[in-house]
């Protein structure tokens, strides 16, 4: 399976700020994802980060607000901008393992950066 | 649009009990069907899949079977360890698409020696 790595794991931040979470994978992919989980939530997604284009965002996502690089195909970053506290949660980067038209139809997650926004 | 409604936690079991969770989905077309599990402080583990009817998959003393009768993946376990306490979430990808996945709520397990 793939090997992904996140970071940071965590951090406390203050209102106003952004965060950049970055999400490297041991193989070349072609899907990569973007989900939050909420304090005490289920996962929901915010976007698919698409190599070589803008990422594609979820109904209710804003790429303002979150905005997704994905510069080659096994590396993508997470801003959280302006953050409120709203914003605490779970971040997790998510692959699908493989490339298309190979892909497995299997997502793989990494450890998740825990953010508390003060 | 596609769903997954699972039963709400928490669920507290004895050691050796047995283990069942509920997952029910809501789909257009033959979705794959996920259950991912989340150990305290820890991401998502994928634990089992299938990918058509009748298809079971196990794992790690887990297993589901898809069915699309009753459009149902229930997770079970025969005999439950204190390792097992975590959160369960049942997942299912939208077919036809870019293999999105949509989760449900997740349940808690609480097993005690």
């Known amino acids: 399976s793939a090997v992904i790595s996140q970071k940071p794991s965590r951090d406390i931040c203050q209102r106003g700020t952004s965060l950049t979470i970055q999400c490297q994978v041991d193989?070349?992919?072609?899907?990569m994802f973007w989900y939050r989980q909420q304090p005490g939530q289920s996962l929901t997604l915010i976007a698919t980060?698409?190599?070589?284009?803008?990422?594609?965002?979820e109904s209710g996502f804003v790429i303002d607000k979150f905005p997704i690089s994905r510069p080659n195909l096994t590396f993508s970053t997470l801003t959280v901008s302006n953050m409120s506290p709203e914003d605490s949660s779970i971040y997790l980067c998510?692959?699908?393992?493989?490339?298309?038209?190979?892909?497995?139809?299997?997502?793989?997650f990494g450890a998740g950066t825990r953010l508390s926004v003060l | 649009g596609n769903s997954v409604t699972q039963m709400e936690g928490p669920v507290t079991l004895s050691e050796e009990a047995f283990l069942t969770i509920n997952c029910t989905y809501t789909?257009?077309?033959?979705?794959?069907l996920f259950w991912y599990v989340q150990y305290p402080g820890e991401g998502l583990q994928l634990l089992l899949k299938?990918?058509?009817?009748?298809d079971k998959g196990s794992n790690k003393g887990f297993e589901a079977t898809y069915r699309k009768e009753t459009t149902s993946f229930h997770l079970e376990k025969g005999s439950v360890q204190v390792s097992d306490s975590a959160v369960y979430f049942c997942?299912?990808?939208?077919?036809?698409?870019?293999?999105?996945?949509?989760f449900g709520a997740g349940t808690r397990l609480a097993v005690h020696p």
């Open positions: 998510s692959v699908e393992e493989g490339r298309v038209p190979f892909a497995k139809n299997i997502q793989y």
């Open positions: 193989s070349q992919v072609t899907m």
């Open positions: 980060a698409n190599q070589g284009s803008e990422a594609t965002y």
């Open positions: 789909a257009t077309g033959y979705p794959s």
């Open positions: 299938a990918t058509k009817a009748d």
């Open positions: 997942a299912l990808s939208e077919p036809g698409g870019y293999n999105k996945l949509i």
